[in-house]
């Protein structure tokens, strides 16, 4: 069984509709298009071209998609992806937090979440240090900000949620523990009333019933000799005192211990068996009713007596009511030992003349007696008319029941240990929307924490010169340039101010990063990025005298 968490921890191997494919897909694309855009608004987005960053987003976006199936492989990927493109990095957020939180065993879970933290930092050394020539203190105190933002955060929330998943898994079961543990003890006190109750009717009614049918029997002998035209009265009274013992001792069989069990119906070894089942086909052969007999698996001979008896009971009254209202129609008497059951079904055709509305034969608390067996036992009983004729089916279980009756339950998911959690529609409802609106909330939080930490990261000196060619070059747009060398530092334009070489002509536009980077003789680098209509024409590099 399984509890319903505040995100879905499916299963790795469980499978999933289309449509849930799609709509994952479809999550996953606008939480990468929000995060790239929301950094390149600030000119954190990184320097790629459009067919690259394109592949590189349909590259994050399939991983996202993988974790249900591999989420170790998944999030090792992303956190690899996440130093190359920064945009990934609610999407890996959301694959550490899944991963983290259904692992199973915390040193794999641990030793994951820390090979996942130094990938990113590898990966923006690679980008930012060899590939664009930063400085590598810059490289890892990017990679470091991805690495804390996207992996370790959500890993350690996801391990909290999956620690509070199991205590709360272990309280539901010992709750459902405790609760079946009551049940029994109250179904255990029922049956010893039962019992009880049982023991005083054949100690109080059957004796007064024994002492009607003795002074009965005495009053036939009397009148035999002095009124013999009221003999037969007396008979009659004897034989239906006797007739009232016997059904006292069949219905105290229900209520009473098998201690107890007297009369023709005691409870014996053979009770219930096979051989028994066969011998009362017998007896309905040898009255005339066609039956056929078929038994499925082992005997029922190391079956509980409670059982055994039961099985016996269902097929006796069965075919005493076909010998009573369905004579002549083909029967069929099926026993089938299932794990953990007894099937017992008795089926009969439609009988060749319709039974008269009532006979007077019977009392009619035989089903009802079966009922109340059965229900004893949390066993389930079926009676009704079939398609082509009459059924009585019985499905006993072999094991102690854990209540006297048959209670609903919660619905239970297969594989799962703990109880799903009750509620209608608009209750699941509700639980989703409250998932959903969690999750959106802590990645908002994610997403500021990731835009400051970039933010600062940006503001220091990524270069010790001019960047290289091969990260910024003229044809670049502003916004490209501004996503290598940072946004423009009104301290480093003030400084230039007068002092900076002529601009080309048809510059519309000037960029001046942050840098601290001195001369010998205590003179200010600075380092101008000239465009015309937002591409970049020019980059100039001159010297101007710090302020007193």
Known sequence: ???????????????????????????????????????????????????????????????????????????????????????????????????????????????????????????????????????????????????????????????????????????RERTAAAERAKRSAENESRLHERSRIAAEMHDLVGHRLSLISLHAGGLELALDRQAPELRDEAEQLRRASRDAMDELRQVLGVLGPVGRDTGTDALTDATGTRADILALVEESRAAGVPVAFHWAGEDLTEVRPQVRRAVNRVVRESLTNIHRYALGSAVEVTVEQLPGSVEVVVHNGRPPVPPAVTTGLGSGRGLDQLRERVAVLDGRLTVGPVPDGYEVRAVLPTEPPSTGRRTDTAPTAPGADVPVLAGGPAARLRRQLASAVSAALGLAGLGVILLLGLGLVQQTRPYDGPPPTSAVHPGMTEGQVVSVVGPDSPSVRSAAAGREPARPEGTTSCLFPYTSRLTSSDRLYVTRYCFEDGTLTEITTFTTPLAP
Do not use: K, N
């Not at 690259?52 to 349909?58: D, H, N, P, Q």
């Open 1 to 171: 069984m399984r509890f319903v968490p505040l995100l879905p921890a499916d299963r790795p191997d469980a499978p999933r509709p289309p449509g849930r494919w799609l709509l994952e897909a479809l999550v996953g694309g606008c939480v990468l298009l929000v995060t790239y855009a929301a950094l390149h608004s600030v000119g954190l987005s990184g320097l790629f071209d459009r067919s690259t960053l394109v592949a590189l987003g349909a590259l994050a976006l399939l991983l996202s998609l993988a974790r249900h199936r591999h989420p170790d492989a998944a999030l090792l990927g992303l956190a690899a992806l996440v130093g190359i493109l920064p945009s990934a990095a609610m999407l890996t957020a959301i694959v550490a937090y899944t991963t983290s939180r259904r692992a199973a065993r915390a040193l794999r879970r641990d030793l994951l979440l820390v090979a996942a933290a130094l990938l990113p930092l590898f990966t923006s050394e690679v980008r930012l240090d060899y590939w664009q020539g930063g400085r590598w203190q810059y490289a890892i105190a990017q990679g470091g900000v991805l690495a804390v933002v996207a992996v370790l955060i959500p890993g350690l929330v996801g391990t909290a949620a999956g620690q509070q998943d199991q205590l709360v898994g272990a309280l």
